[in-house]
């Protein structure tokens, strides 16, 4: 099993994304501060702005939302899910690419972190 942490703008947004449009489970939430979704073998720790997660380096940097490092969702029929997330206004980042393994698309969690949709050919 894996476990992923993602900085977001907003938990409940993140919950309700990750579980309505992914097919995730809520598995416990700590407030507007932070919470643990599972989905198969992945478990993802949505941790907002008041989370030990989002304070400062000693360099002063902090961390942010965003940048290209994704997680994988595998899907059985990739242009069924993308309908469903563009209906709740889901943004993506580019088109199905196809491989030599199947198709995939990104799309973003309402605070901009990608997510890779991947249908294995």
């Known amino acids: 099993m894996a ?3 993602y900085l977001v703008n907003d938990v409940e947004a993140a919950v309700a994304f990750y579980v309505e449009g992914l097919g995730f ?3 416990q939430q700590f407030g507007p501060a932070m919470a643990i979704l599972k989905r198969d073998d992945l478990t993802l720790w949505v941790a907002g702005p008041a989370a030990s997660a989002a ?3 000693p360099d002063g940097r902090r961390p942010q939302p965003g940048g290209w490092n994704r997680f994988v969702v595998e899907v059985d029929d990739i242009e069924v899910r993308i309908a469903a997330l563009k ?3 889901v943004a993506f980042r580019n088109e199905i690419v196809a491989g030599p393994g199947g198709r995939q698309i990104l799309c973003e969690d309402p605070s901009g ?3 890779e949709l991947f249908q294995p050919a």
């Open 3 to 5: 476990t992923v942490r």
């Open 25 to 27: 489970e809520l598995a």
């Open 113 to 115: 972190n990608a997510v």
């Open 55 to 57: 304070r400062p380096m």
């Open 87 to 89: 209906s709740r206004d």
